[in-house]
């Protein structure tokens, strides 16, 4: 159960059921805009664009509508270390350090450091966040706010007890809810989002258990354990179904899809993982259609706005009238 009242950056005390009921008064579009370039020391918008995976296109839209990226916040948030209340309102009680995850994290943060540590920060900054959701979020949230029905909780939240229906069959993560929970809390984002703190995750990596082959059922085989629905082997430019691709929770969470909505495609001895959420072209391996033909390459949207398909030295431009985009590579494994 969380204590009733909190005391914000203003030194106010503030009742934590109010402050959750209603969504968060931030400003969005140039003046979030204005504020990533900032903190990431970057020179423009299509640098920004490189860094978090995101078409300029997408970042104009953003400005016009002055939209507040939730997910991207968290993001950022969980790969840097830099707090969601200065993200979101510009309020930062300590020095701002976006590379303080990194093997040096007194390098000064630009375009050229943070693209040469972009393996270094604790979640990829160019790349949807695949957090818990549906009923593991609704549970989460019914817990840190100690309320015992989905009616109670959809009150408190001022959502109707439909939505919480449509983020259980949707699985849907209500990335915005989260941040009102997390700064009325004080419970950590990570926990919010994957159910335990990042210092547990690293345990886990780093705490290796010797295989005990003699397993008492089959059932502690498969413990934990989800197929890929939608696995596939591309051959010839066809899509042909296989067998599902089954691994557990763990692998499914680090290689950055989710088993039951993403794809993963077999082809000349390499498993592609597949995000379908990212249909978007800034850079990056994609599966797309041309003219009934699947093929896995490299797309990537240039500063004129357009997309091109990259074959070495060679740019071709796409027609977006003859190609579909059905997802982005977001990692590969490689049999030899």
């Given at each position: 159960m969380i204590d009733q009242f909190y005391i914000n950056s203003n030194n106010e005390k503030v009742n934590v059921y109010t402050f959750i009921k209603k969504p968060l008064a931030?400003?969005?579009?140039?003046?979030?805009?204005?504020?990533?370039?900032?903190?990431?020391?970057?020179?423009?918008?299509?640098?920004?664009?490189?860094i978090i995976g995101v078409s300029t296109g997408s970042i104009a839209?953003?400005?016009?509508?002055?939209?507040?990226?939730?997910?991207l916040l968290i993001r950022i948030h969980?790969?840097?270390?830099?707090?969601?209340?200065?993200?979101?309102?510009?309020?930062?009680?300590?020095?701002?350090?976006?590379?303080?995850?990194?093997?040096?994290?007194?390098?000064?943060?630009?375009?050229?450091?943070?693209?040469?540590?972009?393996?270094s920060f604790h979640y990829p900054l160019h790349q949807l966040l695949h957090c818990d959701g549906g009923v593991p979020i609704i549970n989460r949230l019914l817990k840190v706010l100690g309320v015992e029905s989905k009616a109670e909780l959809a009150r408190l939240c001022s959502v109707n007890i439909g939505t919480l229906?449509?983020?259980?069959?949707?699985?849907?993560?209500p990335h915005e809810l989260l941040c009102r929970v997390h700064l009325a809390t004080g419970v950590s984002m990570h926990d919010l989002c994957f159910g335990y703190e990042w210092e547990d995750r690293k345990a886990q990596e780093n705490d290796v258990e010797p295989v005990d082959n003699t397993c008492s059922s089959q059932d502690s085989l498969t413990d934990g354990v989800t197929g890929c629905d939608n696995t596939y082997v591309l051959d010839n430019g066809k899509l042909t179904t296989t067998t599902h691709y089954v691994a557990n929770n763990f692998f499914w969470s680090n290689i950055g899809i989710s088993p039951a909505s993403d794809i993963v495609i077999i082809s000349d001895n390499k498993s592609y993982f597949i995000d379908k959420k990212a249909l978007t072209v800034t850079k990056g391996l994609y599966l797309f259609l041309v003219n009934g033909v699947f093929q896995l390459g490299e797309l990537?949207?240039?500063?004129?706005?357009?997309?091109?398909?990259?074959?070495?030295?060679?740019?071709?431009?796409?027609?977006?009238?003859?190609?579909?985009?059905?997802?982005?590579?977001?990692?590969?494994?490689?049999?030899?």
């Open positions: 931030t400003k969005g579009g140039k003046v979030l805009v204005d504020r990533l370039l900032h903190v990431f020391n970057l020179r423009n918008k299509i640098e920004l664009s490189e839209t953003w400005q016009t509508r002055s939209t507040v990226p939730y997910e969980l790969a840097t270390g830099i707090s969601i209340a200065y993200l979101l309102f510009d309020k930062a009680e300590v020095d701002l350090n976006v590379m303080q995850y990194c093997q040096d994290p007194n390098k000064t943060a630009n375009f050229a450091s943070i693209n040469q540590n972009i393996h229906a449509t983020w259980q069959t949707r699985k849907t993560t990537r949207q240039l500063p004129d706005g357009n997309v091109y398909f990259i074959d070495g030295d060679d740019k071709y431009e796409v027609n977006p009238e003859t190609t579909e985009v059905h997802g982005k590579v977001v990692s590969v494994l490689a049999r030899y």
